[in-house]
T-cell receptor, first 118, second 115 residues
């Protein structure tokens, strides 16, 4: 079964709204989580690395004030798209590495969140 | 810099045909990891395989097989006797030692298997 739960799976909202997406690790602790964005018919691009108890690390070109990441516990990371606009419409996916023997197991991906800004 | 190239944007085959999805990567690291993931229309990523740079053995898993060649920096994926359920977007990805869980994805190949 799923070991990383992502919520919501789909959200539609008006331009200017802030949207929060949650990524939870189930039955394991994740000190690090990753957030990816996928535009339609394109690849997944890493946006940021979420670190429990410290600031997230953003990839080049990703606005940290636009995409707020909070990793307040060992099982939850949140991505908030602030003042969302239609160009922020995308598929957002989180992932978390296994908590033990990580190099022998693939990391777990959430099922993704489809964000549509009207 | 790390880069993964999947030159085939979309492939269409008829059921039972064999199909090979190409993946070419670039990295200056000597230790790295390569992956293939399947993304069905529902969107979730399904893990298929992981290979480290020191393991060039080809692998077969049922109808799936992978050909890793460091000499050409390629990690190609073949589906034998394709089925309609194989229709999906397939991503090749690369990660580095020391940053194992940070993935660099290719642009994906959409596979359409027609009955």
């Amino acid at each position: 079964g799923a070991v990383v739960s992502q919520h919501p799976s789909w959200v539609i909202c008006k331009s200017g709204t802030s949207v929060k997406i949650e990524c939870r690790s189930l039955d394991f602790q994740a000190t690090t989580m990753f957030w990816y964005r996928q535009f339609p018919k394109q690849s997944l691009m890493l946006m940021a690395t979420s670190n429990e108890g410290s600031k997230a690390t953003y990839e080049q070109g990703v606005e940290k004030d636009k995409f707020l990441i909070n990793h307040a516990s060992l099982t939850l990371s949140t991505l908030t798209v602030t003042s969302a606009h239609p160009e922020d419409s995308s598929f957002y996916i989180c992932s978390a590495p296994p908590d033990m023997d990580g190099n022998n197991q693939p990391q777990h991906f959430g099922d993704g969140t489809r964000l549509s800004i009207l | 810099a790390q880069k993964v190239t999947q030159a085939q944007t979309e492939i269409s085959v008829v059921e039972k045909e064999d199909v090979t999805l190409d993946c070419v990567y670039e990295t200056r690291d000597t230790t790295y990891y390569l992956f293939w993931y399947k993304q069905p229309p529902s969107g979730e990523l399904v893990f298929l395989i992981r290979r480290n740079s020191f393991d060039e053995q080809n692998e077969i898993s049922g109808r799936y097989s992978w050909n890793f060649q460091k000499s050409t920096s390629s990690f190609n994926f073949t589906i034998t006797a394709s089925q309609v359920v194989d229709s999906a977007v397939y991503f090749c990805a690369l990660s580095r030692e020391g940053d194992f869980n940070k993935f660099y994805f290719g642009s994906g190949t959409k596979l359409n298997v027609k009955p």
